[in-house]
């Protein structure tokens, strides 16, 4: 039972390079979610999902996009990275978004 | 104004003390509340969730206040072991909001 795995750990883009975050969790579990933690601030909530096929925005869903065509994976895409987007992300899953919410060891990302 | 504020802290306390701190969130629809533990650089875990009537684990008691929008935690008996930063969540139509976490640093 590996958990929440998150690849890649870290990554260094260039300004308007696109890329994946993979996310993936082999709990069965129905709600996923993506969160950027920048310094002094709290994690910010993406993009969730409750169940595969449903995505919804969350706090700070611009430049990011997501699909859920799985119950295992969540993947985040950037499509044209920019500087503001450096950060640490985390995903995380739960059976439900009231349930306690296991995260990812998290991508930590610098675009120059 | 943010949903979920707390004090950045940092609380430097010796080993064995008690420490208390608190955390507002300003939708008074809110559902759901919980501690998170977070050792620097790493994922967040759960520490504990927070119920209406209050509840304890172990040397951590968690209360929570709905006509005045606060959650607070308290942690007796300080270990070494607790010095992390504690971020508090809070939950409402599937959407999760944290503050930004409260440091804690446990010295021997």
């Known amino acids: 039972n590996a958990g929440v795995t998150q690849t890649p750990k870290f990554q260094v883009l260039k300004t308007g390079q696109s890329m994946t975050l993979q996310c993936a969790q082999d709990m069965n579990h129905e709600y996923m979610s993506w969160y950027r933690q920048d310094p002094g601030m709290g994690l910010r909530l993406i993009h969730y999902s409750v169940g595969a096929g449903i995505t919804d925005q969350g706090e700070v869903p611009n430049g990011y996009n997501v699909s859920r065509s799985t119950t295992e994976d969540f993947p985040l895409r950037l499509l044209s990275a920019a500087p503001s987007q450096t950060s640490v992300y985390f995903c995380a899953s739960a059976p439900g978004a009231e349930e306690t919410q296991y995260f990812g060891p998290g991508t930590r990302l610098l675009v120059l | 104004r943010k949903e979920v504020e707390q004090d950045p802290g940092p609380f430097n306390v010796p080993e064995g003390a008690t420490v208390a701190f608190n955390c507002t969130y300003s939708n008074s629809a809110s559902q759901s509340f919980f501690w998170y533990r977070q050792d620097c650089r790493k994922e967040p875990k759960l520490l504990m969730s927070?119920?209406?009537s209050g509840n304890e684990d172990g040397r951590f008691t968690a209360q929570l206040n709905r006509a005045s929008q606060y959650i607070s935690l308290l942690i007796r008996d300080s270990k070494l072991s607790d010095s992390a930063t504690y971020l508090c969540v809070v939950s409402n139509d599937y959407k999760l909001s944290f503050g930004a976490g409260t440091t804690v640093t446990v010295r021997a």
């Open positions: 927070v119920y209406s």
